[in-house]
């Protein structure tokens, strides 16, 4: 069955990501001058398992300003990966750092929350009003835009307001009459929370009435160090400073001060500052910059970035950013569409993050403080994710960033005690979270498609280092025998396939350049997924270290730790992305494999199999789109020349799987690559194989998008007749000529020009049927 959404909002009924009948054209009325900004809905995946956080942030910014609602412990944390839940009442404070999509999680740092009235130290029971500082709130107070959000703290009565630059957050709280204001600094809670998760904080005000500190958390990175500066616009009348630890034996002696009033400074594992303002005429104004260095490089930031009191000037500023980033492509269509479509592109450009002070400073991941020289170092990598869509995605619209990404990753390689590209890292520190080395593809597809500005031989080396780093997910035995066996590290299956492709992109990598022998080795490597091809069974499967594949033997089976990663055999046995032509001819040819992947659609499937699974969502059959796995499998009828299919099936994953909901992402966005998806989908191409200069192409989901690429041309996409009565493509032309195959290069997107679809009631089931006409794949290309 399907996995439909669910708590239609009134506001929002009828409105879908899904196909309208419009009339081309980039203005409309509600939004004459595209003013692309205000088509972005950030409330889109708060809600369910999209993990997607609504506060301020600019594109790639450091700062992420956003309510939470809960931190829960970890073990129930799941819902909560970004710290806010939208059928939550009650909202705990404001904090600097969040992920947007993720999976697993963190960060939630410098929670700050305006308090009118009596103070209570603790956050209290959201089941329980009045029990600590947490407010209720109602959405109909709140505002969410991108680059601001506002909300009404329902039992203070304090209008806040958030805006954000690139290192700063910017706050303004309005407190109601009558009333003393304060501002509550907590720096014990942390998203994905447990207890001793803070190992130490300490926290000052310094004689200028700025407020700094720094907190070491024991996280999904563990040692992670983040500091802190903060100011207000007007002056503190008190303010108190505690250590709340009531577990430890000995805590030392005590400094100067007997009372919190009089303590100039802290140090401990959980410490609460409150600020006082008395009764306030005017908003009150917080600043706040982070720094993943020291507090004087967070003083540094905040006196760069957070110059002056403005508020309005700096929310001014952030949605200008978002103009322009989103500016890089003009979309028509139906507002339902138009939302969906910014709000995706919004959601792309929230990771990878900037992780470098204004001088330069950054923290790598042997936990020492590096410079970046004449580039900005970024961090926040999903590469399990982003590879697949997301990082293609920058390389088309901003390749700029692209190369500014890749010096990133090459500086993080250097500094690794492993000499690994990043897995997943952020902050610029590793947790070794999920699987392969897709750092590489990213490095690749970027090279491949023209992107330079960082230094290719690095680049190459940094590739090959990660590669033959045997203790890595037992890479020496993949090197010895071809394949991972599973009686030696679990998920085998999944990661002999994920390693064979990432060799496959090192190949191209060194193709481009000249080297031969790094060439051979890696193409040789790229074909390892034969060895864990079943052709008894029609399955990917997991092999002993005696050559044997594993049994018992459930294709159907999903569980942490099995043979595949976040997935089962129908999901995975379809992820041979460098080499479809390979895949079909083991399937037995195109009838065959088109009839499998029917097959794996079409499947009558009980969700509750995947109850302990919680990644695996969006389920259409075993097609999963709410993982990543699944993302690429509805274009592979393109390579079976059965185009037409994958139309058919792109059309039911848009309908099911995308709406403008609060819930409408099925699955976790994981940092922009299911917002990825859409965008490319809805422009009517992806990129199956990420180092390959081709996209296959489906079906668009828009009637007309301009793409303005960085080289200045403007590629265009047009559909005729797009709605639900229209929904195959007729007939397709390349600046006026007839496009007989189902792929683009991506020199011909480069060069400009009109890509033109002409959508119909029936399928035509013969373009893109001859051989010819198929995206090229390693086994076709070899012959």
Known sequence: MTVRLRHVLPWLVGATFGIATVTPGFAHAANPLNDHAAEVDPRIGTGGDGHVFPGATVPFGMIQLSPDTAVPDFKHAYKWAAGYQYGDPTIMGFSHTHFSGSGHSDLGDVLVMPIAGDVRLEPGDATKPGSGYRSRFSHDSEVVQAGYYAVTLSDYGVRAELTAGRRVGWHRYTFPVGKPAHVLLDLRPSIYDYPGKVLWANLRVQPDGTVTGCRTTRGWAPGRELCFAMRFSQPMTSRELYNRETDVVYKGFAGPGNQPEDQHAQNGRALVGVFDFGELKRPLEVKVAISPVSQGNAIANLDQDGAGWDFDAHHAEATAAWNKALSVIDVAGSPAQRTGFYTSLYHAMLAPTLSMDVNGDYRGPDHQVHHADGFEFYSSWSMWDVYRAEEPLMVLLRPDLSTQFIRSLIAAQQASP??????????????????????????????????????????????????????????????????????????????????????????????????????????????????????????????????????????????????????????????????????????????????????????????????????????????????????????????????????????????????????????????????????????????????????????????????????????????????????????????????????????????????????????????????????????????
Request: charged content about 20%; some cysteine; proline content about 5%.
């Open 418 to 783: 492993f000499g690994m590209l990043p897995v997943w890292a952020y902050q610029g520190l590793e947790t070794w979270c999920m699987t392969g080395y897709h750092a590489v593809a990213i490095i690749a597809d970027a090279y491949v498609k023209g992107v330079r500005g960082f230094d290719p031989d690095q680049a190459l080396k940094a590739m090959v280092s990660t590669a033959t780093y045997g203790n890595y997910g037992d890479l020496a035995d993949y090197m010895k025998l071809g394949y991972v066996p599973i009686d030696k590290e679990v998920e085998g299956g999944s990661k002999t396939q994920e390693y064979a492709y990432d060799d496959w992109t090192i190949a191209q990598m060194a193709k481009a350049m000249g080297k031969r022998d790094i060439y051979a080795t890696f193409e040789k490597r790229s074909t390892n997924w034969r060895n864990v091809w079943d052709p008894k069974t029609d399955f990917m499967r997991a092999k002993l270290s005696n050559g044997q594949f594993r049994e018992p033997f459930d294709p159907a089976s999903a569980a942490y730790g099995s043979d595949y990663t976040e997935a089962n055999a129908w999901q995975y046995s379809w992820y041979v992305p460098q080499d479809v032509a390979g895949l079909i001819s083991a399937y037995g040819g195109d009838a065959k494999f088109v009839t499998k992947l029917d097959q794996m659609f079409d499947a009558k499937v009980d969700p509750a199999i995947f109850k302990n699974v919680e990644d695996i969502t969006g389920l259409i059959g075993w097609y999963a789109h709410g993982n990543e796995p699944s993302h690429h499998i509805a274009y592979l009828y393109d390579y079976a020349g059965a185009a037409w299919k994958t139309q058919q099936r792109l059309k039911q994953i848009i309908d099911s799987q995308y709406d403008t909901r609060p819930d409408g992402l099925v699955g976790n966005d994981d940092l922009g690559q299911m917002s990825a998806w859409y965008i490319f989908t809805a422009l009517g191409f992806y990129p199956v194989t990420p180092a390959s200069d081709e996209y296959a192409i489906g079906r668009p989901f828009v009637p007309k998008a301009a793409i303005h690429l960085p080289n200045g041309h403007t590629f265009t996409v047009v559909a005729d007749h797009m709605d639900d009565a229209h929904p195959y493509v007729g007939a397709v032309t390349l600046n006026g000529k007839p496009l007989d195959r189902v792929y683009l290069h991506h020199a011909e997107i480069l060069a400009g020009g009109e890509l033109h679809f002409t959508m119909q009631a029936a399928p035509n089931k013969q373009w893109g049927e001859a051989d010819s006409a198929r995206p090229t794949a390693m086994s076709r290309y070899r012959q």
